[in-house]
């Protein structure tokens, strides 16, 4: 499972997330978690497409 987290999301915060990702984690799930310092400039926006992309490739 993929997580993507913007690390300035102000609905979503990161906290949050990093809780969800430790309890699926204690259950045995590999999940892959991906902080975003930036989520929505372009240049950011094209690392972040990558990682998804590798994420894929990978299943």
């Given at each position: 499972?993929?997580?993507?987290?913007?690390?300035?999301?102000?609905?979503?915060?990161?906290?949050?997330?990093?809780?969800?990702?430790?309890?699926?984690?204690?259950?045995?799930?590999?999940?892959?978690?991906?902080?975003?310092?930036?989520?929505?400039?372009?240049?950011?926006?094209?690392?972040?497409?990558?990682?998804?992309?590798?994420h894929?490739?990978?299943?």
């Open positions: 499972m993929l997580i993507v987290q913007g690390a300035n999301d102000p609905r979503v915060v990161k906290e949050e997330s990093d809780q969800v990702v430790d309890k699926l984690r204690a259950w045995g799930r590999n999940i892959e978690y991906l902080v975003m310092e930036i989520f929505s400039k372009k240049k950011k926006k094209r690392k972040q497409n990558k990682s998804v992309q590798h894929f490739q990978l299943l």
